[in-house]
Nanobody, 125 residues
Framework: QVQLVESGGGLVQPGGSLRLSCVIS????????IGWFRQAPGKDREGVGC????????SYIDAEKGRFTISKDNAKNTVYLQMSGLKPEDTAVYYC??????????????????WGQGTQVTVSS
């Protein structure tokens, strides 16, 4: 059974950092890409970035380049989203998902087949 479980969300002050985790089961990170998405209240879900299968190539949307970093530990079945310089507009529920393919499918939710339940990130003073 394919599962993705996010954790690590919480309340952080502007300018702070947070690391989210996505623990997967039922498949292997060497063979499938993982993307990170977020959804703020009243807004569409948007892609943040993605990491590929064994080549571990990464891609990010322009707005997050330099602030967000995606990495993974295949042995721990875990993908990470390291966020720094957080802003109030980063407040959202963050999701990890897999396109059920080796390569990233771009920051479009419809291209991703399996999703986690999400973790809330709130950036506020």
């Amino acid at each position: 059974q394919v599962q993705l479980v996010e954790s690590g969300g919480g309340l952080v002050q502007p300018g702070g950092s947070l690391r989210l985790s996505c623990v997967i089961s039922g498949f292997t990170l060497e063979r499938y890409a993982i993307g990170w998405f977020r959804q703020a209240p009243g807004k569409d879900r948007e892609g943040v970035g993605c990491i590929g299968g064994s080549d571990e190539s990464t891609s990010y949307i322009d707005a997050e380049k330099g602030r967000f970093t995606i990495s993974k530990d295949n042995a721990k079945n875990t993908v990470y989203l390291q966020m720094s310089g957080l802003k109030p507009e980063d407040t959202a529920v963050y999701y990890c998902a897999t396109p059920w393919a080796y390569y990233c499918s771009g920051p479009v939710p419809y291209a991703y087949e399996y999703w986690g339940q999400g973790t809330q990130v709130t950036v506020s003073s």
